[in-house]
């Protein structure tokens, strides 16, 4: 059965600068009619970086939609039209100062396809060379180093909880066969 839904009309609600609200009214497969409140990003990227030591290069950082410090891997926004390698290349050097000697691509994450249109490209980075970081003036961010192994276990109890850091480190457990 083709499940797809098709567009009837679109209600723009909100322009941001990094995200556009639209409501959708959308026929089903059965003929009948419904609502969708869709949420349209530029997409992102994200970077498990592990340095000589076996350590994961992370970021603190202030969130304010929950109101709280959250550790994590580094990221970024794409801009229009830009590669994710390149971008995330990019982040890691802004925000960590760190440079990749390997940059293995982990495919692609969905965060919440239920509304929200971005697509998350991640990023497995080794053999890290040390510069300065140079974050966005907008951005107030650390760096914290955690072994691999740490990062795996506060992921596993959910102490770290940040979807894109968990994909990440699972993801690259399984691509190092650990």
Known sequence: MDFTEKR???KDVFHGRILDVHVDTVELPNGKQATREVVDHPGGVGILAIDERDNVVL???YRYVFGKSILEIPAGKLEPGEDPAAAALRELKEETGASPV???PMGR???SP???GEVLWLFLARGLTQGQSAPDEDEFLSVER???DELIHRVSTGEIEDAKTVA???KAKTLLAR
Do not use: D, T
Request: hydrophobic fraction near 55%; include cysteine; proline fraction near 5%.
């Open 8 to 10: 009837i009309s679109r």
């Open 59 to 61: 970021v603190s950082q």
């Open 102 to 104: 390997e940059f293995i």
């Open 109 to 111: 994450l969905l965060a």
């Open 114 to 116: 239920g509304c929200y």
């Open 146 to 148: 955690i072994p691999f």
């Open 168 to 170: 990440a480190a699972l």
